[in-house]
T-cell receptor, first 110, second 115 residues
Framework: TQLLEQSPQFLSIQEGENLTVYCNSSSVFSSLQWYRQEPGEGPVLLVTVVTGGEVKKLKRLTFQFGDARKDSSLHITAAQPGDTGLYLCAGAGSARQLTFGSGTQLTVLP | ETGVTQTPRHLVMGMTNKKSLKCEQHLGHNAMYWYKQSAKKPLELMFVYSLEERVENNSVPSRFSPECPNSSHLFLHLHTLQPEDSALYLC??????????????FGQGTRLTVV
């Protein structure tokens, strides 16, 4: 069974601060996705990383895939209240489905 | 119009009722999924359909019955549910789940409350 551990589980910061969310596994994934989910809505795909060591940037969000394709991180620079939400990582691997992490609930206070 | 549409958005049902959740995708995908999301729990995969055949059934109670008449539509039939079944039910679609880059696109979910 492939598992993804996300940390921290909860994060509350002030507007303008930087933060990093981690997604770790002992399994190798062929690709890894990050999603953001707002209350009462479905998760929305932010990015997919495929190559070990890959770094992708989406405005103030930087995503990195570990060299061994077992872990990933999401870094947000100068967080804004609009970044508030549940951040989920998901890995595509040997199973014919995505494995989701438990999520990081981010709250950015104005 | 979003790529994956779920109806209804909210549903309140009694334990003896029978209801159905509907999902429709307009993305040309050939795989569809039902997930359950409860408070403070990770997303739980319930069912996977690929090319209209069920390929995954994660020990879901028989009171949940999926149906996939074609690659664009997915239903979840509900009967004699329990209060602990109250949750956000999410539908998703993707290209073949067996390929390397499997990206799921989600609907907005149905908030189900069992009373």
């Amino acid at each position: 069974t492939q598992l993804l551990e996300q940390s921290p589980q909860f994060l509350s910061i002030q507007e303008g601060e930087n933060l990093t969310v981690y997604c770790n596994s002992s399994s190798v994934f062929s690709s890894l996705q990050w999603y953001r989910q707002e209350p009462g809505e479905g998760p929305v795909l932010l990015v997919t990383v495929v190559t070990g060591g890959e770094v992708k940037k989406l405005k103030r969000l930087t995503f990195q895939f570990g060299d061994a394709r077992k872990d990933s991180s999401l870094h947000i620079t100068a967080a804004q209240p609009g970044d508030t939400g549940l951040y989920l990582c998901a890995g595509a691997g040997s199973a014919r489905q995505l494995t989701f992490g438990s999520g990081t609930q981010l709250t950015v206070l104005p | 119009e979003t790529g994956v549409t779920q109806t209804p958005r909210h549903l309140v049902m009694g334990m003896t009722n029978k209801k159905s959740l509907k999902c429709e995708q307009h993305l040309g995908h050939n795989a569809m999924y039902w997930y359950k999301q409860s408070a403070k729990k990770p997303l739980e995969l319930m069912f996977v359909y690929s090319l209209e055949e069920r390929v995954e059934n994660n020990s879901v109670p028989s009171r949940f019955s999926p149906e996939c008449p074609n690659s664009s539509h997915l239903f979840l039939h509900l009967h004699t549910l329990q209060p602990e079944d109250s949750a956000l039910y999410l539908c998703a679609s993707s290209h073949d789940p067996g390929v390397t880059r499997t990206e799921a696109f989600f609907g907005q979910g149905t908030r189900l409350t069992v009373v």
